[in-house]
T-cell receptor, first 115, second 114 residues
Framework: AQSVTQLDSQVPVFEEAPVELRCNYSSSVSVYLFWYVQYPNQGLQLLLKYLSGSTLVKGINGFEAEFNKSQTSFHLRKPSVHISDTAEYFCAVKRGRGSNYKLTFGKGTLLTVNP | NAGVTQTPKFQVLKTGQSMTLQCAQDMNHEYMSWYRQDPGMGLRLIHYSVGAGITDQGEVPNGYNVSRSTTEDFPLRLLSAAPSQTSVYFC?????????????FGPGTRLTVL
């Protein structure tokens, strides 16, 4: 079974600063990796995903993530954050290929961008 | 397209009461699922369905029932509510069963069990 660890439960940053939200996963097979964002009182929406190919994945709103197989990590980065990026961010993993449809989520990282 | 809709948005129940959380999608997605979100726990899968008439258990199925009689609807039933079921419930759907596409989430139902 796969699992996801988000290493920081809260990350406070100042506006226009860079940010990195860390995610590590464990799985004995190949995986698909996702980052979702949840704005206050809303459902989740997809930021980006890694399925295969280039290890650097670009998503919406200027976010990007890098898949590192040797370190089993999929950290999310943004070079300059805005107040509007304040939200909770979830890393998720799914076993690649096969008929396992289940998406396993991490516990979330609350990003707070301060002026 | 309305996407994924959930009703009600808020609900308060007393211990032992039953209710159904409604979920519908108009995107003709085969895969639908229910999650609960609790502080510090992330999202945990309750039940999922890969098509009409086919459902299976997720990570935390106890106390919940589901059925899928149509592609569009995937209701979640609480047979006898308990305070431990106080949570925010999200329904999600996706079009492909391989899981490479994104899941589209509804706005959530906030349930309080007294």
């Amino acid at each position: 079974a796969q699992s996801v660890t988000q290493l920081d439960s809260q990350v406070p940053v100042f506006e226009e600063a860079p940010v990195e939200l860390r995610c590590n996963y464990s799985s004995s097979v190949s995986v698909y990796l996702f980052w979702y964002v949840q704005y206050p009182n809303q459902g989740l929406q997809l930021l980006l995903k890694y399925l295969s190919g280039s290890t650097l994945v670009k998503g919406i709103n200027g976010f990007e993530a890098e898949f590192n197989k040797s370190q089993t990590s999929f950290h999310l980065r943004k070079p300059s954050v805005h107040i509007s990026d304040t939200a909770e961010y979830f890393c998720a993993v799914k076993r690649g290929r096969g008929s396992n449809y289940k998406l396993t989520f991490g516990k979330g990282t609350l990003l707070t961008v301060n002026p | 397209n309305a996407g994924v809709t959930q009703t009600p948005k808020f609900q308060v129940l007393k211990t032992g009461q039953s209710m159904t959380l409604q979920c519908a999608q108009d995107m003709n997605h085969e895969y639908m699922s229910w999650y609960r979100q609790d502080p510090g726990m992330g999202l945990r899968l309750i039940h999922y369905s890969v098509g009409a008439g086919i459902t299976d258990q997720g990570e935390v199925p106890n106390g919940y029932n589901v059925s899928r009689s149509t592609t569009e609807d995937f209701p979640l039933r609480l047979l006898s509510a308990a305070p431990s079921q106080t949570s925010v419930y999200f329904c999600a759907s996706s079009y492909d069963l391989a899981g490479v596409s994104e899941q589209f989430f509804g706005p959530g139902t906030r349930l309080t069990v007294l």
